[in-house]
C-alpha cells in the first residue's frame, strides 16, 4: 500500500526558531517522487519541491531544506529562523501508480504557526 | 490571469440546489483535477482528466458530475448534495496525468457549504 504519514498534526514556534517538519511515507514502487506544498490561509497549495525516489541529496532553497533518507523513508523538511509568513498547512506527498493511474497521495498536513 | 483559477470563491446552497464549480487553468497543462478537502482529512483525489478525457473517478457519488470541454476548462456540477459534502474543492492542473514527476498546480478553492 502507498501512504504518507505526517504525524505532528500542529506544531506552533516563536520566530526565528528553527522547526522540522517530519514525513514518512510508504510505497512498493522503486521510482517516484516526493512533493512538499503549503497552504497558506487563502486555501491554495503552493508547490515547494519535487524529489526523485534515486536522489537522496539533501537540498536547500533559502531558508527551506530538505532531508530525504531511504533507509528510514523519510522526506523531512526543516525552516530555519521562521517568520510569520510561514504560518500554513504543510503536506507532504507520494506519487504512485493506482490501478495504471499516476496519482498524489497527500499526508493529513501539519499545521504551522509562528508567533512574533 | 496566471496559473489555475477557481470560482465561486465561496458557495452555500441547500440540498436541493444545482451548482456549479469551475476552474480555468492558464498554463497550457493538459491534465485537470478535483480534489476535496475536508477538515483533518487528507486531500481526496475526486476525478482526474488527461486530455479532455477523463481517466480517473474515484468512486464519487453521482451527485457529483464533473465536465471537461477542453484542456483548460474543468467544471464540477452539483445537485442533492447532503451537508457532508460541506468542503473545500480544489482544482489542479498538470503537464500530463501520467508520469509521477508532474507537479500539480492548484486553484486557491471553492469553500462549499451544504446547508
Known amino acids: 500500500a502507498q501512504k504518507v504519514t505526517q504525524a505532528q498534526t500542529e506544531i506552533s514556534v516563536v520566530e526565528k526558531e528553527d522547526v522540522t517538519l517530519d514525513c514518512v511515507y510508504e510505497?512498493?514502487?522503486?521510482?517516484?517522487?516526493l512533493f512538499w506544498y503549503k497552504q497558506p490561509p487563502s486555501g491554495e497549495l503552493v508547490f515547494l519541491i519535487r524529489?526523485?525516489?534515486?536522489?537522496?541529496q539533501n537540498e536547500i532553497s533559502g531558508r527551506y531544506s530538505w532531508n530525504f533518507q531511504k533507509s528510514t523513508s523519510s522526506f523531512n523538511f526543516t525552516i530555519t529562523a521562521s517568520q510569520v509568513v510561514d504560518s500554513a498547512v504543510y503536506f507532504c506527498?507520494?506519487?504512485?501508480?493506482?490501478?495504471?493511474?499516476?496519482?498524489?497521495?497527500f499526508g493529513t498536513g501539519t499545521r504551522l504557526q509562528v508567533f512574533p | 490571469e496566471t496559473g489555475v483559477t477557481q470560482t465561486p470563491r465561496h458557495l452555500v446552497m441547500g440540498m436541493t440546489n444545482k451548482k456549479s464549480l469551475k476552474c480555468e487553468q492558464h498554463?497550457?497543462?493538459?491534465?485537470m483535477y478535483w480534489y476535496k478537502q475536508s477538515a483533518k482529512k487528507p486531500l481526496e483525489l475526486m476525478f482526474v482528466?488527461?486530455?479532455?478525457?477523463?481517466?480517473e473517478n474515484n468512486s464519487v457519488p453521482s451527485r457529483f458530475s464533473p465536465e471537461c470541454p477542453n484542456s483548460s476548462h474543468l467544471f464540477l456540477h452539483l445537485h442533492t448534495l447532503q451537508p457532508e459534502d460541506s468542503a473545500l474543492y480544489l482544482c489542479?492542473?498538470?503537464?500530463?496525468?501520467?508520469?509521477?514527476?508532474?507537479?500539480?498546480?492548484f486553484g486557491p478553492g471553492t469553500r462549499l457549504t451544504v446547508l
Open positions: 510505497t512498493r514502487d522503486t521510482t517516484y517522487y
Open positions: 498554463l497550457g497543462h493538459n491534465a
Open positions: 524529489r526523485n525516489s534515486f536522489d537522496e
Open positions: 489542479a492542473s498538470s503537464q500530463e496525468a501520467s508520469g509521477s514527476y508532474n507537479e500539480q498546480f
Open positions: 482528466y488527461n486530455f479532455k478525457e477523463q481517466t
Open positions: 506527498a507520494l506519487s504512485g501508480r493506482i490501478y495504471n493511474t499516476d496519482k498524489l497521495i
